[in-house]
């Protein structure tokens, strides 16, 4: 039987990369009009327009630096704060519940990476590695 402990790094690894490539995904319709474009009209955000443009450029950067592992808590928090603006300032004050205001999806953005920016990267990830490798040279002349 598989301890339950010794899922916790493969979770967070899954869990940080599917957070990461969606909202990359996100970022990639509205800036280039892929995947359904923005909000599914099959049409990019025009270049620069404030506040939507910036924000696909947010999600797309932070989803890929997410994804990857690298940069990870800077990103995650950069993110986080994009979906809590997107929405108190685009959703909320159509109505208070995410449900009848439609910002499920940034509510739920903004919580999953204030999460991500708290636990961390995790072992499996760009961040880990290259801390590992830093540290390495240090402990390999320590021995000598």
């Given at each position: 039987?598989?301890?339950?402990?010794?899922?916790?790094?493969?979770?967070?690894?899954?869990?940080?990369?599917?957070?990461?490539?969606?909202?990359?995904?996100?970022?990639?319709?509205?800036?280039?009009?892929?995947?359904?474009?923005?909000?599914?009209?099959?049409?990019?955000?025009?270049?620069?327009?404030?506040?939507?443009?910036?924000?696909?450029?947010?999600?797309?950067?932070?989803?890929?630096?997410?994804?990857?592992?690298?940069?990870?808590?800077?990103?995650?928090?950069?993110?986080?704060?994009?979906?809590?603006?997107?929405?108190?300032?685009?959703?909320?004050?159509?109505?208070?519940?995410?449900?009848?205001?439609?910002?499920?999806?940034?509510?739920?953005f903004?919580w999953?990476?204030?999460?991500?920016?708290?636990?961390?990267?995790?072992?499996?990830?760009?961040?880990?590695?290259?801390?590992?490798?830093?540290?390495?040279?240090v402990?390999?002349?320590?021995?000598?």
């Amino acid at each position: 039987m598989i301890s339950v402990d010794r899922l916790g790094e493969p979770v967070l690894a899954l869990f940080r990369a599917v957070v990461g490539l969606l909202f990359l995904c996100h970022g990639a319709a509205s800036l280039f009009g892929v995947l359904g474009g923005n909000r599914g009209s099959g049409q990019a955000l025009e270049f620069a327009a404030w506040p939507g443009w910036w924000a696909a450029l947010i999600q797309l950067v932070c989803g890929a630096l997410v994804l990857a592992g690298l940069f990870t808590r800077p990103a995650a928090v950069l993110a986080s704060g994009s979906m809590a603006y997107a929405y108190f300032v685009v959703h909320q004050p159509d109505a208070l519940l995410p449900i009848s205001n439609g910002g499920e999806s940034a509510a739920m953005f903004c919580w999953a990476f204030l999460l991500i920016a708290v636990l961390g990267p995790g072992a499996w990830a760009l961040d880990s590695f290259l801390a590992r490798r830093r540290t390495e040279p240090v402990r390999a002349a320590s021995r000598t």
